[in-house]
């Protein structure tokens, strides 16, 4: 039998995985290599509204609607508090990652191919 | 973010990692190994995350003992330490390596409480290198699939100097050491150590100090 703490981490983690099945492609567009100046401006709009519902829906699954024990929901609140506080944080440091060459994926791979050229075998 | 690197072969799983330990985002010791062989059993943990739940691990293993049981109950006792909220926003990730004598044979798995889902799962690491941090896909196709001493460390160091060169400053240092589990033995040693290490060892004291000199000597000598 589903327990209402059940219900409630379930709804918790599809809402999690509802928000980064949206968030990925625009991510991932954000992060390559050939991506404009105004695509990124236009991707962080669209990321700070997608945030802002996924708190709103965080709330709503960790709230007394959910009828999981207070103990629970609570605990569960401050989990998805957090992550919206890391999340914001991460988004408002973009702008200086973004500065930074290896923060994007291409680079790392250039780099560590570039470390171990003598051991890595060639490309499949 | 702690260096766990595990190789599983037929023949043997061979674990690397580091012996620096942080709080939060700070260096504040090093320690004598991340990688614990304990138990009755043939086998050995090794935890990313918080040391403390590492710890929790480590004195339940011993009362359970058997390799084959704690794997077994791995997943209702991560689930556990979940649901009493012990494990930070972080999450936690555990290796557990051994001689299984229900399977008859080495084994090694992975549990994980995801940082965000708080979901937990409990995979067997197949054949292979296994490493954390990763590389990326894209890298990890075009490395030798084999184990040597050689290749593990020389992977660590990619891993220490791309975190060094991108910024992203992880908690990865002090020595490297090396833990080998066989069907009958278990064997740990210092590999090399991190190009850091000294500066580490001059602010913390190191409990590996006289092995890593060991290591710097015959470097010199060589």
Redesign the interface.
Known sequence: MTTPIDAM?DA??AE??RF?TELRPLEERFWCRDSTRAERAEIRAKTDALLAAHKAALERVTSAESRAPRNARR?LRT?AD??IA?LRSKLRKRDDWEK?S?AF?ET??D???G??AD?????? | MTVVNVHVSEQAINILSDTLVYNGERPVALCKTKCDVIGDSIAAIACRGQVKIARMHRELFSDIARFDDYVGNLHLILAEYEASGVINEDGHEITIAGYSAARQRLFAVQGVVAPETRQVTVNELEAGWHLSPDLGTGIMARVPTGYTDDLAQRLTLAQWKLSQTAGWNFCIGGVMTLTSVTSTTIAQRIGSFYPDYERHRELFGDPNEAFAADISTQKVAA
């Open positions: 981490l918790y983690a999690i995985e980064e605990r989990l957090n992550r890391g930074n290896f994926a790392a791979d780099f560590v191919a470390e171990l051991i890595l075998e060639p490309t499949p």
